[in-house]
Structure formats: C-alpha cells, structure tokens
C-alpha cells in the first residue's frame, strides 16, 4: 500500500499551477507551499499539474523547480514530480551514465516494476536518449555482471498465475546446487532468475525454503559482503519476490551509514511512496524496533526533510 | 512491397463468411472460392471474417478448415489466415517445441520483425501458452546458441534514424577481429548483434564493407556450411539488414533441394506477402535468373500451388 495522501478535496491542476507560480514569486521561496501541493498530488496530477503550468507560464515546473531550490530537497522533488516511467527511464540513464558494479537502480526497475512498466520505461528511454536501454546497460556492464544485467532489463516475463510445480521443483534443486558449489555466476542459476514469472519463482523459493530449510535470499544475503556478484544476486531475488525486505534493507542502510545516503533515501521514497511505502515502513519496524518516520526526522533535517515526511507518514500523519 | 492482391471491391466481412461456409457445403469442398477469398484478403479483412464467420456458423473458420482441407494446403491456408502477431506466436511455440538448432525461425522472427511487433508477438504468447518466450527459449537452447537467442528474442531495440558514425567504426572493427580470429561466439560480437540498432547495425556493416572491402554477411556465410552457430549467425544479420537477402535464399533451398521443404515455403510466403515479398522476388530473379512464381509453379501442385501462387502473383499476375 501506499503512504501518499491526496486531500479529499484536490484544487484544480490550474489552481496548483497558479499557487506553485505564487510559492516561487518575490524575493524568499515559500517552500512549505511547495511541499504541500506536490508532496500530496498523485502521478495523473502532478502531470496535469506541470502541463497546466508550462501553458499558463510558458516554463517547465522542472525548470523554475530548478531555479528556485538546491541540494537534496530540490533533487527530492525533482525526482517525485516526474512521472514514474520518465523517472525511471531517467533513473537508468544515471546509472548507466555513472556506471557502478554496486548500483542496484538497474536491478529495482528491472525487478521491482510490473512487466508494462518496465516496456513502458524502455520506450521511453528510447523516445528521450535516441538509443534502447539494452545497448547502452550492455555497452557498460562487463563479464558475469552484464550476464544478468543485460536480460534483466530485456526480459518481458510473464504475469499470469499460473505455475509449474514440477518446474519449482527441479529448479530450487538447480538453485541449490549452485549456493552449495559457489557457482553463483552459473549460467542455469541467470537463465532462471532473469527468465521465470514472479510468481513461478516465488513458489521455486518456497520449494528452496522446504527442501533445504533455508532461504534463497538468505543464503546469499550470507556470502553477498564484498561479493559484487552476489550482492547484485541478492537484490535481483529479493526485488523480484519481496521488494518490501529489499527496500526496508536500503532504506537502513541509507540512514544508519555513517553519512546519509541521500541519494538512494531520496530514490527509494520517490519511487515507493505511490506503491509500497506502508509494506516497506512494517518490514521496517519489524527489523529496526522503530519507524522509519522517526529515524528520517532524526537523519534528515529541513524542507528535504518535510519532503520525505510527507510523503511517507502516511497513516502515522 | 507485398505481393497480397486486394480486389478494389472487398465483399464485406459476412459474405465473405457465407461464401466459404458455403464452399464448405455439400460432398466436395470448393477449394477455388476459399483461395479466391482468403487469398486476397489481408489481414485485418482476414479477422472481419474469421469473427463473422464464428458469429454465424458458432465455429472457429480454422476449426472448419481443419475439417475440410489437408495436408500442405491446410498448413498454407491455416498459416495464412491467422494474424501476424498470432501466426508468430504459434511458429514461436512449434519452434520450441520441435527444438532444433539449425531451425531460424526464431531468428526471422526476433529480427525482421519490427520492435513493436516482435512485442506484441510476446504478449501474444503470454496470453495463449501462459509464459514468457524468453523462459521457453532459455530452457530449451543450450551452450552458445542460448547466448544469441535469448537477448535476440528479449531486446527492445531503438527505432529511430540515429546513428552514432564512431560506435559503428569501432564495432565493425570488433566484428572483423571476431570474424579474422573465428571467435564466433565472442560475447562482443553477440551483445552488438543483439543490441543496436538495425540502422545502426547498417552502418556499421558499410564501415566493414569500406574498412576491409569485404561483407560482414558474406564473410559469416562462407564459413557457415555446417556450422550451426556461424549459420544462425549469418541468419541475424541478414534477417536484421537485408531480409530480403535471406529470405531469397530460404525460398531457394525450399525449392531447389531434393524433395521441396513445404514447412519453410509456406511460412516465408505466409509471413512476406503482405511485407516485402515484391523485393524477395527481385532478389530471387537476380539470383536465379527465373522468376519465383516460375520455380513454385515447377515445384508445386493442386491447391496448395494455387494458394502459394495467389499470394505471391503480385505484379506478375
């Protein structure tokens, strides 16, 4: 669920439009108005919002957005009032741009979007950079690594519920196998995590869980520590089957470092506070024996603040 | 340019439907009237009909057909008269199923097909076998071939015009030194293959063709003679650059070998007639110097001749 909250009584896009235009007017910004309005509109609205604005004031609300905030909280808004494909379309042009072996961002918008999302984020990649995902993450990404990377982000996977009990079955034995053997970058262990439906690999870790009485995702959360490859393995399953325990994870380690990682707090926020923000904050209070509205008002401070609060407090508002 | 001949004058959808409900009728099956029809109808006229049909007579057209025709005559009627995006689901499926690795069909489909079709072929599959192609692809070829099916059927390839002059020189270098040192199954030479671009992938073959006055095609198809890689090889980069080229080719072996392949001439008359069977059969001409109505005519007979030939008449007609 999601922690969003949109007033009963939403203005009209032209209304915010004219308000947001007020926020930026005179010599101060009057942030708070900003947060208000846009930390309470949903995507169709934030869209109809910046259309009505670039017709009454012939401007971007990216581009005054740009000229009148800074820092942390501009890139908080910045990031939330895309629509969501644009954002993640953007989102995988960074990461390929400042390519890491560490950087998850390619696996959560492969993984942790529906397969209509992520198409819908692979036209619009090739509408806004002229070139197709595929060849820019393939052209970065190098050995083992560009292996799970590249079909990854190509795959179209089924969605339907139906599964292959047998198909599990003899797949959780594969996957197994090669946890035991090391053989993390095996071929058999890529074709079944970049190819197989959400739900068919749900019930293949169900079938790990009862015939091993261990975990998948545990299992190489266990060895994934300055293991490149596995830590991306373990984002990979985790996002494909319980996003809510990959995010509650990123989101404590973004705080609890030494040094906020305002970089992926911002990301995580942005793209889960109109999904799963609710689920997120419960795995969250279930690791941490606090919430995750207390530890951001305790790490962040100011209008980036304000920012993130709104849009996670959700039921706790 | 297709070769498909609509009259100017198209019955609507429920004449056609009772005319070959009609032809269906009585002792003998008026083979004439249903490839007088169904010949010269494309493929959105071909739906009309097949609903209309449904709607009047409570059955599938093709169940009818399966009842009345047989043999070559049936596959060539049956391919035909389904969709595009249908048909390829269904050569996708029996593909797989009848798993061989000197069989392209795979290929014809992955690359001479538009990025938006080769999509809408996988959301066709997801809707009638209930999983993904890439899942069944991925568990039915193995070793090198698996490297070069699987991203060639997942890849959402860019589109536009854009083409990058310096990525296509440094990789038309790529592919030489792949092709010089026989390393065929470099995953260089895959991933450029299977990620860019066709435009792009033009490009780069001209640069080959200028740097090292040699084609990249040729160079793959002189080595190809039993060896199945280099020949699925060969098979990309026709079927993405000049499917003309390859398709002239497949119609040839169908014809020319000892005993014809009907499998392999249905499907390219089915799949090319309403696209660009007009330049296969100047490709054909040029390479033969006999026409291809001429060669099917020697080759054929009966109904399914008559079929073959309505559907590729075209001009000649």
Known sequence: MAT???????????????????????WGTDENMIITILGHRNAAQRNLIRQAYAEKYGEDLLKSLNDELS?????????????????DALLVNE?????????????????????TELFRVKQAYHSKYKRSVEEDVAAHAKGSLRKLL????????????????????SEAKILHEMIESKS??????????????KTQLAVTFDQ?????????EKDLEGVAEGHDFVSALWAVACCLVSPNVYFEKILRLSIHRLG???????RVVATRAEVDM????????????????????????GDYKATLLALIAGSDA
Chains 1, 2 share one sequence.
């Open 184 to 197: 993390y970058e095996d071929e058999e262990l890529i074709r079944i995590l970049t190819t197989r439906s």
């Open 95 to 115: 990461a390929v741009k400042k390519w890491s072996p560490t950087n998850h961002v390619l696996i959560e918008i492969a993984c942790a979007r529906t397969s």
């Open 208 to 216: 790990y869980n009862q015939t091993f009485e261990t975990s998948f």
């Open 278 to 301: 609710e689920m997120i904050k419960e795995t969250y209070f279930k690791k941490n024996n606090t919430t995750l509205v207390h530890d951001v008002q305790g790490d962040t401070s």
């Open 150 to 169: 590249v079909p990854l982000i190509s795959v179209y996977r089924y969605e339907g519920p139906e599964v292959n009990i047998s198909v599990a079955e």
């Open 4 to 26: 969003l909250r949109v007033p009963a009584t939403v203005p009209n896009p032209s209304e915010d439009a004219d308000a947001l235009h007020q926020a930026f007017a005179g």
């Open 260 to 266: 906020t990682d305002e970089e992926a707090l911002t």
């Open 71 to 87: 820092q942390d909280f501009l890139r908080a808004i910045t990031i939330w009032i895309l629509d969501p494909t644009e954002r």
